[in-house]
C-alpha cells in the first residue's frame, strides 16, 4: 500500500498484481483454509470454495479495485466520494482490518515460533504429542515457551516495518519468497503422496461427497473467501487507488484470483489428507491443524527439520506480507477519519492490537474460562469478522453499486483499461445473487450470535 505511495502508482500490471497478491495470500490460505476444508466437508467445501471464487471473489474483487482506481482513494472517503450519504460504509469497512490484526498476529507469532524451534534445532520436540497444545495453552516452560512473547513479536515487527517505511523492502523480498513458497508447497506436497495410506485422504479431500454438504460448507466458504482474498475491508479499495490507469483489471482481477487460490488449494492438498494418515482420528481439527500435523510430515522426511525451518519462514514472510497490508488499511482510515498523523494513528493500532491480541492469545490459556457464544476470544473475532461484519460490508457495498450509483460506474472504469467480458454476469451478480446470498449469510451469523442456531 504504502509502496503506492512514494512513486504514486504501482508500476504496471506485475507491480499491482504482485503487491495485491502479497496481501491476499498469507495465513488464511495455509493457516485457515486446510482447517476449514477439514472442518466442512472436505471435496464438497473445495467444490462450493471455487465456485464462490469465480462468482462472488470475482465481483467482489473487481468491484473494489474498480472503485479505488475510479476515485482515487483509499476506503474510508471512496464512498464519500461517489456519494457523501453513504460514506458510512467505508468506515463499517475501516472496523474490519483494525479487528483482524490482533489476532492474525497471534497466529503469526506461532508461525515464528515454529520457525525458531526449527532454525534451533528443537524440531523433535515441535512434532512431540500435545506440543501445539501445550504451548497455546501457555503450558510450556519458560519465555521461549510462551505464546504471548511470540504474538509480541510478530505484532511488533508489523509494526515496526510500517512506521520504518521499508514496505517496498519487504514486498520486494517477498516477491521473490511467494514463488519459493510455492515451489516448497508443491514439493512437500508431491513428497506426502509417497506416505502410505494417502489415497483416501486425499479422497476425501479432492472427491466431492454431497452427504458432507450442510449450509455451514457454504457460510464457511464464504467466511474464508472474503478472508483470503482480503476482501470487505477496504483494502482493495486503497490497491485499487495506487494503480494506473492503463492496467486492465478484470485480467489482474482474475490473476490475483488464480494466485491466491492456487496457494490455499496447495495447502489444502498437503494439510488435509495428512490429519487421515497421521492422524489415526486423535488429531484435533480446527485452528491447531496446520502446526499439528505439519511437523509430523516433516518428522517422515530425510532432512525434514531443515526443509521445516525453511518453510516455516516462508509461511512467515506470506503472513508478514499480509499483516503489513493490514495494518496500513487501519493507519489510512485512522488518518482520513480522525486526521491522525501517521506515527500517532500507529500508535493507536499498537495499543488495539495489544489488547484484542493478548485476549486472543490467553483465551486458549488462563482465560478459557471466559467465552463468548462458547467460544474462546480468537475463535469469536475470527467468527465475528467473517460471519458478520464482511457479509455485512460486502452487502452494503454490492446495494450501493448495484442501486445508488449503478453498476455502469464499475463497468466504465473497467473498460477505460481493457476488456469487460464477464459484464453481464457482473450486472447480475452484484445486483442480485451477491445481496440475496450475502443477508441469507448474515442472517445466519446474526442467529448463530444469538444462540439460536451453531454453525
Ligand atoms: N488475505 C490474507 C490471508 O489470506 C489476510 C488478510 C486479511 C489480509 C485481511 C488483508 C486483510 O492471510
Not at 506461532?110 to 501457555?138: L, R
Not at 516495518?161 to 519459493?180: D, H
Not at 487507488?241 to 490475483?256: C, H, L, Q, T
Not at 482465560?367 to 473475532?381: N, V
Amino acid at each position: 500500500m504504502e509502496n503506492g505511495k512514494s512513486d504514486s502508482t504501482f508500476t504496471g500490471r506485475l507491480g499491482f498484481i504482485l503487491a495485491a497478491a502479497g496481501s491476499a495470500v498469507g495465513l488464511g490460505n495455509i493457516w485457515r483454509f486446510p482447517y476449514l476444508a477439514e472442518e466442512y466437508g472436505g471435496g464438497i467445501f473445495l467444490l462450493v470454495y471455487l465456485v464462490l471464487v469465480v462468482t462472488f471473489g470475482f465481483a467482489l474483487m473487481l468491484t473494489e479495485v474498480s472503485l479505488g482506481r475510479r476515485t482515487g482513494k483509499s476506503c474510508i472517503a471512496a464512498f464519500g466520494e461517489l456519494s457523501q450519504k453513504h460514506r458510512a460504509i467505508g468506515w463499517i469497512a475501516a472496523l474490519v482490518p483494525a479487528l483482524i490484526l490482533p489476532y492474525y498476529c497471534v497466529i503469526g507469532g506461532w508461525v515464528t515460533k515454529y520457525s525458531v524451534d526449527y532454525i534451533a534445532g528443537s524440531g523433535s520436540v515441535v512434532a512431540g504429542a500435545g506440543f501445539f497444545e501445550s504451548f497455546i495453552e501457555c503450558g510450556l516452560t519458560g519465555l521461549m515457551g510462551n505464546p504471548m512473547v511470540w504474538f509480541i513479536v510478530f505484532a511488533v515487527i508489523t509494526l515496526l516495518v510500517v512506521a520504518f517505511g521499508v514496505q517496498n523492502g519487504i514486498e520486494r523480498v517477498s516477491k521473490v519468497l511467494l514463488p519459493l513458497l510455492l515451489v516448497m508447497l508443491i514439493a512437500i506436497t508431491v513428497y506426502s503422496f509417497t506416505i502410505p495410506g494417502v489415497v483416501d485422504g486425499l479422497k476425501f479431500y479432492l472427491y466431492p461427497d454431497f452427504s458432507n454438504f450442510s449450509m455451514s460448507t457454504v457460510l464457511g466458504a464464504m467466511g474464508q473467501l472474503f478472508f483470503s482474498m482480503s476482501l470487505a475491508m477496504g483494502i482493495m479499495i486503497t490497491y485499487g487507488a495506487y494503480m494506473k490507469k492503463d492496467v486492465p483489471i478484470e485480467k489482474s482481477v482474475r490473476n490475483i484470483s488464480i494466485i491466491d487460490t492456487s496457494v490455499a488449494f496447495l495447502a489444502g492438498l498437503l494439510i488435509v489428507p495428512m490429519v487421515i494418515v497421521l492422524g489415526g482420528g486423535s488429531m484435533n481439527s480446527g485452528p491447531g491443524l496446520m502446526f499439528e500435523t505439519l511437523p509430523l510430515v516433516f518428522e517422515t522426511m530425510p532432512g525434514g527439520h531443515v526443509i521445516a525451518a525453511v518453510f516455516f519462514i516462508l509461511v512467515f514472510f506470506a503472513a508478514l506480507t499480509s499483516s503489513i497490508s493490514i495494518a496500513e488499511a487501519v493507519i489510512l482510515a485512522l488518518k482520513d477519519r480522525f486526521n491522525l498523523d501517521r506515527m500517532k494513528a500507529i500508535a493507536v493500532v499498537a495499543v488495539i492490537t495489544l489488547v484484542l491480541g493478548t485476549l486472543s492469545c490467553l483465551g486458549y490459556g488462563p482465560l478459557d474460562s471466559i467465552t463468548i457464544i462458547g467460544k474462546p476470544f480468537l475463535d469469536f473475532f475470527d467468527f465475528f469478522v467473517n460471519y458478520i461484519m464482511m457479509p455485512l460490508v460486502a452487502v452494503m457495498t454490492c446495494l450501493f453499486i448495484g442501486f445508488v450509483v449503478k453498476p455502469k460506474v464499475i463497468i466504465d472504469e473497467v473498460k477505460l483499461s481493457g476488456d469487460f467480458a464477464w459484464e453481464k454476469p457482473y450486472v447480475i451478480l452484484v445486483k442480485w445473487v451477491c445481496p440475496v446470498c450475502l443477508i441469507l449469510i448474515l442472517m445466519t451469523g446474526l442467529l448463530d450470535l444469538f444462540g439460536v442456531f451453531t454453525l
